[in-house]
């Protein structure tokens, strides 16, 4: 998540959080858009994941378990050449 944050902070959100799916995806995790938060501010992009995953401990005991997920990465862009 880091990683994806990292690469893809810079842009549109939609596109972290289609990165992000794609990642959830490979791994086998069950999140669709609505359980990923993204927020920017001057400097970094924030990604929150939140989703819930039934866990089989033991034979006929299924547990939710809520996983969550936190990461953050720089989102400024360079700048090159002399800007007036």
Known sequence: ???ATRDYGRGPE???VT??????NRTGALV????IQVYKDATYTYLRLA???Q???LP???YPWTFTISAQGL???AQLGNSP
């Open 1 to 3: 998540m880091a990683q």
């Open 14 to 16: 939609e596109e972290l």
């Open 19 to 24: 990165a992000v799916l794609a990642l959830t």
């Open 32 to 35: 669709d858009g609505d359980d």
């Open 51 to 53: 989703y819930t995953e």
């Open 55 to 57: 866990l089989h401990l």
């Open 60 to 62: 006929g005991f299924i």
């Open 75 to 77: 989102a400024i862009s």
